[in-house]
């Protein structure tokens, strides 16, 4: 398949809806030591031996510190409408209280270069690179971090202000909680349940006190926060407690907060011995009004209760996975959109701000054949369209991710890129799966202009 298809009276084709592909900074970037950046807690993490497969770090990663220009011309030859990339916190506040100029620099020209080249702008405030001084102090367990948080939040928005289109808190404080300082997978490597909810909720409070500074200094941005989330199902019928329970713990536990001023139930009841203390006013603070949520959508949950009781996923005989090993279930993103729906009385508009696949991509005589990657994109493309006629609102879309980046605890050899970087030369190759997409996003463009 050389394009995707989208139904013929399908929303995906309307020029509002917004077609993207995403990045984050210690993914891509490298020049981990210059510009004045100090360490994030990925710095110090890759360090640890063991910690990542094969002693990868970001420290070159795609070289985007000096090839942002290049990448900014190819992502506009995709013929996308929006790029989303995130901010590294050390660059812009290497010291505490210490604002760097060359940080705010170096972001300034990515954005001016995408306006320029007619690219909406999609920032993330926080892709998991605490700086490690706040790490130093506590990190995310600490409950002045969410109050340095809104201070970095006020820095960014004061000087980009409207610029930035939309503005993202946090990007799934569901992996920098519970993958960071609960199961210790990632930086900066704790573990501890107790530890894991108390970051959580740190974190959305930090989301919750950046979001009157966001709208203060850039009121006609979007403003809003990216949540992961992998819809649960019951592997039998006697399981539908542990699928309800996965909803629960996986994504309502982020998401009830801000669009309810609540936790769910369900998890106070099952983690009471670990759920921490909230403070009075803190769920007012977290439920201020955001005008979007964006979700990161890859896989599901089958679940069951193992004989403990405990809630297990499973993936089911004989499906087909990605290289990473998570099961493609496309249905899964469609049944996601209804139960948000169905379950908030006040969704926002929701941006799709993640989707994709990893692979083990091979290049050969110039050319990269991901044809599991095509079939992954248009069968979620179809998922999409069935959950827009199901009556959600959806208002875009962004391929996970533009290119080969560093993958956090599996290095390097996950390849979740539409386009193929060869680390050792940095060349960019356009896999299959971009051809496809710049080609459905060409004949989109086409029909709008032929009216
Ligand atoms: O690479 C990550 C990204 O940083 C956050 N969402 C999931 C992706 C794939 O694991």
């Not at 942002?68 to 011309?73: L, M, S, T």
């Not at 974190?203 to 819809?231: D, E, I, Q, T, Y």
């Amino acid at each position: 398949m050389n394009k995707y298809q989208l139904p013929q009276d399908s929303k995906l084709r309307s020029p509002e809806f917004v077609f993207g592909v995403a990045t984050s900074s210690y993914q891509i970037e490298g020049g981990v030591m210059e510009g004045g950046r100090t360490p994030s807690i990925w710095d110090t993490f890759c360090k640890k031996p063991g910690a990542v497969d094969n002693g990868d770090s970001g420290d070159v990663a795609c070289d985007h510190y000096h090839l942002w220009k290049q990448d900014i011309e190819m992502i506009q030859g995709l013929g996308v409408d929006a790029y989303r990339l995130s901010i590294a916190w050390p660059r812009i506040l290497p010291r505490d209280g210490e604002v760097n100029p060359e940080g705010l620099a170096f972001y300034e020209q990515i954005i001016d270069e995408c306006h320029a080249r007619g690219l909406k702008v999609f920032v993330t405030l926080y892709h998991w690179d605490l700086p490690q001084y706040l790490e130093d102090k506590g990190g995310w367990l600490n409950r002045e971090t969410a109050y340095k948080f809104a201070e970095y939040a006020d820095v960014v928005s004061r000087h980009f202000g409207n610029k930035v289109d939309v503005y993202t808190t946090l990007n799934e404080p569901f992996v920098s909680a519970f993958l960071g300082y609960r199961w210790g997978e990632h930086a900066p490597g704790i573990k501890g349940e107790k530890e894991g909810f108390l970051a959580s909720h740190h974190l959305m409070l930090g989301h919750g006190l950046a979001m009157p500074v966001l709208r203060k200094n850039a009121p006609k941005s979007k403003h809003g926060v990216v949540f992961n989330a992998s819809p649960g199902y019951a592997l039998t019928p006697a399981d539908q407690g542990a699928a309800d329970y996965a909803d629960a713990e996986n994504y309502q536990w982020f998401i009830d907060p801000v669009l309810k001023g609540e936790y769910p139930q369900l998890v106070l009841d099952k983690r009471a011995d670990v759920v921490p203390m909230i403070l009075e006013g803190d769920l007012d603070i977290i439920s201020a009004p955001v005008d979007y949520i964006g979700i990161n959508y890859y896989s599901r949950n089958l679940v069951h209760f193992d004989e403990q009781g405990d809630v297990k996923k499973v993936i089911p005989e004989g499906a087909e996975c990605t290289y990473i090993g998570w099961e493609i279930y496309p249905q899964g993103l469609r049944d996601l959109m209804i139960r948000l729906n169905e379950r908030y009385d006040n969704l926002p508009p929701i941006y799709i701000t993640e989707n994709g696949a990893a692979g083990n991509d091979e290049i050969t005589q110039n050319k990269v054949n991901d044809e599991q990657r095509v079939r992954y994109f248009q069968s979620h493309l179809e998922a999409l369209d069935e959950a827009l006629k199901a009556g959600v609102r959806i208002d875009g879309y962004f391929a996970w991710s533009l290119m080969d980046n560093f993958e956090w605890a599996f290095g390097y050899c996950q390849r979740f890129g539409i386009v193929h970087v060869d680390y050792n030369t940095q060349q960019r190759t356009l896999k299959q799966s971009a051809i496809a997409y710049r080609n459905m996003l060409i004949e989109r463009a086409e029909e709008h202009n032929n009216g």
